[in-house]
C-alpha cells in the first residue's frame, strides 16, 4: 500500500487503486485502534515517542439555563431571541406518532418524499444494487 501512497489514476490502474482500498481498510481499522491505545497509554502516564496528549476542542454550556436566561430578560432581551422554533423532522415525526400513525397520516398521501443518499463506494458483495451518474438513452429520451 505505501508504494502507491502518494499515487492516484492515471499513475496507478483502477486495478490497484480497488487493491488499495480493499487492503486499506483494514489499515485504517488498525490505524484508529492504535491511535486510541496511545491516547490510553499517555494519559495513564506512559510514553509513546514522538506523541503527547493534549485538550480536544472544547464546547460551552450554561451553568444554569434558567438563571442564565432569567438574566438575559432582565436586562432587555426578549425571550423570542433566546429561543428557535422549527419543525421535526420526518424521523422524528414517526418516533412521536409511531410508525402506523406516520405512515396513514404522512406517507400514504405523500406528503413525505424519500431523497437517495449520496453515492459511496462499497465493495461488490454489498447488498444494494450499483449506481451509476451515467445518463442511458432510456433517461435522456424516455421510455418510448
Given at each position: 500500500?505505501?508504494?502507491?501512497?502518494?499515487?492516484?489514476?492515471?499513475?496507478?490502474?483502477?486495478?490497484?487503486?480497488?487493491?488499495?482500498?480493499?487492503?486499506?481498510?483494514?489499515?485504517?481499522?488498525?490505524?484508529?485502534?492504535?491511535?486510541?491505545a496511545?491516547?490510553?497509554?499517555?494519559?495513564?502516564?506512559?510514553?509513546?515517542p514522538g506523541w503527547k496528549a493534549v485538550e480536544g476542542r472544547g464546547s460551552r454550556q450554561y451553568a444554569d439555563l434558567d438563571v442564565a436566561f432569567a438574566?438575559?430578560?432582565?436586562?432587555?432581551i426578549d425571550e423570542a431571541l433566546l429561543y428557535e422554533r422549527k419543525p421535526l423532522t420526518p424521523a422524528a415525526v414517526e418516533k412521536a406518532l409511531g410508525k402506523k400513525q406516520y405512515r396513514e397520516l404522512l406517507e400514504e398521501p405523500g406528503h413525505v418524499v424519500k431523497l437517495p443518499g449520496a453515492p459511496t463506494l462499497a465493495p461488490l458483495d454489498d447488498a444494494?444494487?450499483?449506481?451509476?451518474?451515467?445518463?442511458?438513452?432510456?433517461?435522456?429520451?424516455?421510455?418510448?
Amino acid at each position: 500500500v505505501e508504494q502507491y501512497a502518494p499515487m492516484k489514476p492515471p499513475l496507478i490502474s483502477w486495478e490497484e487503486v480497488g487493491e488499495v482500498l480493499r487492503r486499506a481498510e483494514g489499515i485504517v481499522s488498525w490505524y484508529n485502534s492504535l491511535k486510541e491505545a496511545a491516547l490510553a497509554e499517555v494519559l495513564k502516564g506512559g510514553e509513546v515517542p514522538g506523541w503527547k496528549a493534549v485538550e480536544g476542542r472544547g464546547s460551552r454550556q450554561y451553568a444554569d439555563l434558567d438563571v442564565a436566561f432569567a438574566h438575559l430578560q432582565a436586562h432587555g432581551i426578549d425571550e423570542a431571541l433566546l429561543y428557535e422554533r422549527k419543525p421535526l423532522t420526518p424521523a422524528a415525526v414517526e418516533k412521536a406518532l409511531g410508525k402506523k400513525q406516520y405512515r396513514e397520516l404522512l406517507e400514504e398521501p405523500g406528503h413525505v418524499v424519500k431523497l437517495p443518499g449520496a453515492p459511496t463506494l462499497a465493495p461488490l458483495d454489498d447488498a444494494r444494487p450499483a449506481i451509476s451518474d451515467q445518463v442511458t438513452p432510456e433517461q435522456a429520451f424516455g421510455n418510448g
